[in-house]
């Protein structure tokens, strides 16, 4: 059975993921969680975007 490098638990099988452009192979649970860290770093950038650019509006 493969085992999955970030929780170490053994699997039934593993998911390649791509966060910031590298591929990764997790179990579906750290799938989730990498997948959710990954848009909310995504969302991040966005906002400090958005901030930057209203700035000068104002
Ligand atoms: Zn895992």
Redesign the pocket.
Known sequence: MPE?P??E?EVDELHVVKIHGKKRK??E??LEVAQEEAEIAEMSEDAIRDMMGYKGSW
Do not use: G, V
């Open positions: 999955c970030s929780c638990d997790l179990c649970d750290c």
